[in-house]
């Protein structure tokens, strides 16, 4: 059955007997019923018997590690997905994600002593779903070994960057971006905090901030278990004193309340760069849960998150694009999801990332209208990334450079975008540019990266006398470095083809507007520039002269 419609049941309130007792009837009945096992894990978790449904999930994957879950018609795309054992934060919510769709998911899971992914079910696209935590960080690991030279289409390709998104990985990340407040996370042991708690040391030992508050948790757990804010040294005794983890995270506690004294915490799943409304809790406690924060209850809550989800792409996304734009090119994932807010000097306040975090579509339609538009939007957004993401591997794509009517070239590594946006600015093959530049420096390594005098090397070969300026004319092809919007704190090479905007990386966030906000360089014929290069020769004492003599 799989976990969508199981969780369906009961955060809907139905009567599970049935189900119950049709499933232990199934294990009872054939103790190899590997699906049985597996889906009496997902309804023990479900009401809440962690550690049976641990065993249950044990169970099950001990007889089998590859499960399929049809939906709809089961008449779409066969959907490879990368799992690991746990609760329902262990891993991406792809059930909830397609539950709506035709697509299969084909259930592949995977643990840190998995030794080769030889025995993957045939598919179409292939997912990594695997969250990060603390038990994951070693699967993670695994399959970054696993994944390297995997070829074919897939999304999440890159388990460095999930593990990247502990709390304290997230905070480092997004520290120097001045449109974000990512709070420092310092991970600290119980020793330390012993020595806080009794006055040893000063909070500054820990954290920049030097005064109470602080918010402490313990290390991987989610949803608010055993975090609490603490003011006085007294409190963190005695807090201290009723837990007895060994490491924790403390962060610094920061009031985003806003005029009302309420406090509002956004979800926002993002696919491929673009971001999508999940869901807007609000609450009177700095604790913000969607399911304790009181939505059932008060109307006015719910028509300001209606009124959030209508108004999202046109305000919210608006006011933050920047910290989107960051938030994407630093974590650099196709899918992830944050939970933020929004501070009173116009930052947006992160609170953690991951690919993880629940998305769902499961609330009352009686009660929340207003969701199923924007669900059903971004559940829509996920179906076509994963359909992009395969029309990215045909032998044709269906786009085409405007300039010579040959198909547009995409990046086979991460390293390649100058390799693609060359063969289409000569309308050359990918193939040709890679042996012309390896004929221009032996020492280019196949796949990339391309040094700049490389790439005019190439050019030259190809006939053509490349210029970088901060000029460019719109009117003819052009390579176009900007902020990569995938790979953090690197440059990216998208190409225009006189007519339109084409990515290599198959990025949609890179358009005429990122160009404007990001553009780095634009690179394009000698003779193209000329009329420009004439202009600046003759205010060169105003602007300067680019020299049409650049060395190759």
């Not at 008060?298 to 959030?308: F, G, P, V, Y």
């Not at 829509?380 to 029309?391: H, I, Q, Y």
């Not at 970088?468 to 092809?477: D, F, G, Q, R, T």
């Amino acid at each position: 059955m799989g976990k969508a419609p199981i969780v369906r049941a009961v955060f809907e309130g139905r009567d599970i007997s049935p189900l119950w007792n049709e499933l232990f009837g199934r294990v009872s009945a054939d103790t190899t019923d590997s699906a049985a096992f597996l889906d009496v894990s997902i309804l023990l978790h479900a009401i809440g018997e962690e550690d049976k449904a641990v065993l249950s999930q044990k169970a099950a994957l001990d007889i089998s590690r590859k499960y399929r879950i049809r939906n709809g018609k089961g008449t779409g795309p066969n959907v490879l997905v990368f799992v690991t054992a746990g609760d329902f934060m262990a891993n991406t919510p792809i059930e909830f994600l397609l539950e709506a769709s035709d697509a299969n998911i084909l259930l592949h899971y995977v643990d840190a002593d998995t030794a080769d992914l030889k025995d993957v079910p045939a598919h179409d696209v292939a997912f990594v779903a695997v969250g990060e935590s603390a038990e994951n960080q070693p699967v993670l690991a695994n399959l970054d070994r696993l994944l390297r030279g995997w070829t074919g289409p897939i999304m999440n390709n890159a388990p460095r960057l999930i593990m990247a998104l502990s709390r304290d990985g997230v905070a480092d990340a997004l520290k120097d971006e001045p449109s974000i407040l990512a709070p420092a996370a310092a991970r600290v042991d119980r020793a330390l905090l012993e020595q806080l708690a009794c006055g040893d040391i000063e909070i500054g030992a820990i954290l920049a901030a030097n005064a109470f508050p602080v918010i402490v948790r313990p290390l991987g757990t989610h949803a608010g278990k055993g975090m609490e804010k603490i003011a006085t040294r007294s409190e963190l005794s005695a807090y201290l004193d009723s837990h007895a983890e060994r490491e924790f995270y403390v962060t610094p506690f920061i009031d985003y309340s806003g005029t009302d004294h309420k406090f509002r915490k956004q979800r926002v799943a993002f696919i491929n760069g673009r971001p999508y409304a999940s869901h807007l809790a609000v609450s009177e406690h700095w604790m913000v849960h969607y399911l304790n924060a009181g939505m059932t209850e008060h109307e006015d809550r719910r028509a300001e998150e209606a009124l959030w989800m209508a108004n999202f792409d046109s305000d919210f996304a608006v006011r933050h694009a920047r910290s989107f734009d960051a938030l994407h090119r630093r974590l650099g994932l196709d899918y992830f999801a944050i939970d933020c807010a929004e501070l009173a000097d116009g930052r947006l306040l992160v609170f953690e990332a991951d690919v993880a975090m629940i998305v769902h579509s499961m609330d009352w339609e009686s009660i929340f209208p207003y969701k199923k538009g924007a669900m059903h939007k971004l559940f829509a957004a996920f179906e076509n990334a994963l359909e992009r993401r395969v029309a990215r591997m045909l032998p044709t794509p269906t786009t085409e450079c405007a300039h010579t009517g040959k198909p547009a070239v995409y990046q086979r590594t991460h390293d390649d975008c100058l390799v693609c946006a060359l063969a289409m600015l000569t309308g050359r093959t990918y193939e040709e540019i890679e042996a012309i530049a390896r004929g221009c420096d032996p020492a280019y390594p196949f796949g990339g990266p391309m040094s700049h005098s490389i790439m005019r090397g190439v050019a030259n070969k190809c006939g053509f006398v490349l210029l970088s300026s901060i000029y460019m004319l719109w009117a003819k092809p052009a390579i176009i470095g900007v902020v990569s919007p995938t790979v953090a704190n690197t440059g990216h090479a998208v190409f225009w083809d006189g007519e339109k905007i084409i990515d290599p990386g198959f990025c949609e966030r890179v358009d005429r507007a990122y160009v404007d906000r990001c553009g780095l360089e634009f690179t394009q014929r000698a003779s193209d520039l000329q009329p420009l290069i004439s202009h600046d020769i003759q205010i060169s004492y105003l602007a300067g002269a680019v020299t049409a003599n650049e060395p190759l």
